[in-house]
């Protein structure tokens, strides 16, 4: 039998970096950032009682905030860090402190990979140690500059293995897996999650304004479903406000973080942007009696032999950075252009007329 925890979202207001400024400036804003995060987490662990578990949810880009596109490469990298590395130890003490799992969000740069950063979700549990790291397979189309794995697809297979794609902890609070933000468009990142057992899903976020919101509502239709086709829960810390941003609304990513449950049903939601925190509890034994139940049973049921040939066709093609990053947000406007004439040629896109 696995005790019922809390699970606590804190969708936390972030300063943006300016990335004009040195290298020195922008870690001081990354810094002042994250101190307001151990404040949030100080709150947030008012949830947690004596000898339960909690885990602690942020946002994407919780340290630097989301740049407009347009800047270069070297200018990026000022906002990445290591991990582990100083900015995750103050977490880990954090984690520590109130005996909490905390899951969060950075670029990440790494020795092995020298010139080009990460969009890495993480998890820390409650001894400190960061136990996961997954590195964003889908950034978002020409806004994002960082690294996909599948930009160096057969060098990070050779390195980290094929389930380093994919990666899921065992821990009490049962097995936790992540995606970020734009991944939530393709089911395949979280089925691919499920089938390698995950039972909770963290969703790192900073979701822009129009497709968050009425009548679009994207989040929240993505949140539920993949919660629901999976029998996962789906924990979605989106960004609050931006502050120090002058070309762009303070509230352009509306908040409205979730937490769903294995069936698809909203457990909590916050109603509006801003720094907040929600909160629900997570019932491991529930979602267990789910997944051995025979009708409405996704995973049970997934014919996997009849989709897999469709799948062996390449639509955004990988290792195309292979060699070296790109260094413009044009050459990923470029790439995915050829793709959609590739799909055009093969008639799976109509051409325009």
């Known amino acids: 039998m696995a005790e019922p925890y809390r699970a606590v979202v804190i ?3 972030v300063e943006l970096v300016d990335l004009s400024h040195s ?31 909690l885990l602690v949810a942020l946002p994407e880009s919780m340290l630097h905030g989301f740049p407009r596109a347009g800047w270069s490469l070297s ?14 130890d103050r977490l880990s003490e954090q984690a520590v402190k109130y005996g909490m799992y905390i899951v969060g969000h950075s670029w990440e740069v790494h020795k092995d990979w020298p010139g080009r950063h990460f969009s890495t979700a993480f998890i820390i549990n409650d001894t400190g140690e960061v136990i996961l790291k997954y590195r964003k397979i889908q950034p978002a189309f020409d806004i994002e500059a960082s690294t996909s794995p599948h930009d160096v697809l057969d060098e990070y297979i050779e390195r ?26 393709f089911p395949e990142i979280t089925r691919c999650l499920a089938l390698k057992g995950a039972e909770v ?12 919101a009425e009548p ?3 989040w929240e239709m993505q949140n539920r479903q993949r919660a629901a086709e999976n029998i996962c829960y789906v924990i979605a810390p989106n960004a609050g406000d931006t502050i120090n941003s002058p070309e762009r609304p303070r509230a352009h990513v509306p908040g409205r973080s979730m937490i769903v449950d294995y069936e698809g049903r909203l457990m909590a939601k916050a109603g509006t942007s801003g720094e907040l925190t929600i909160d629900a509890t997570i019932h ?11 009708q409405w049973n996704p995973l049970a049921t997934l014919r996997t032999e009849a989709y897999a040939p469709f799948y062996q066709q390449s639509c955004y093609p990988p290792n195309l950075w292979k060699d070296k990053p790109h260094d413009s947000l044009k050459q990923i ?12 040629d093969k008639g799976i896109i109509r051409a325009k007329k």
């Open 11 to 13: 969708q936390s207001d």
């Open 23 to 53: 290298e020195e400036l922008v870690k001081e804003t990354m810094n002042k950032n994250l101190t307001r995060i151990c404040q949030l987490i100080d709150w947030a662990s008012r949830e947690k009682s004596h000898g339960e578990h």
């Open 75 to 88: 200018e990026l990298l000022k906002a990445c860090i290591t991990i582990p590395g100083p900015e995750t």
């Open 160 to 185: 980290y293995g094929v389930d380093s794609l994919f990666p899921v902890v065992e821990t009490p609070l049962g097995r936790l897996g992540c995606f970020i933000c734009y991944d939530g468009l």
């Open 201 to 212: 899903l963290i969703r790192p976020t900073s979701w822009l304004g129009v497709t968050c």
């Open 216 to 218: 679009y509502d994207w």
């Open 284 to 294: 491991l034994d529930a979602l267990w009696h789910k997944r051995n139940l025979h």
């Open 333 to 344: 406007t470029d790439a995915i252009l050829g793709s959609i004439r590739k799909l055009t």
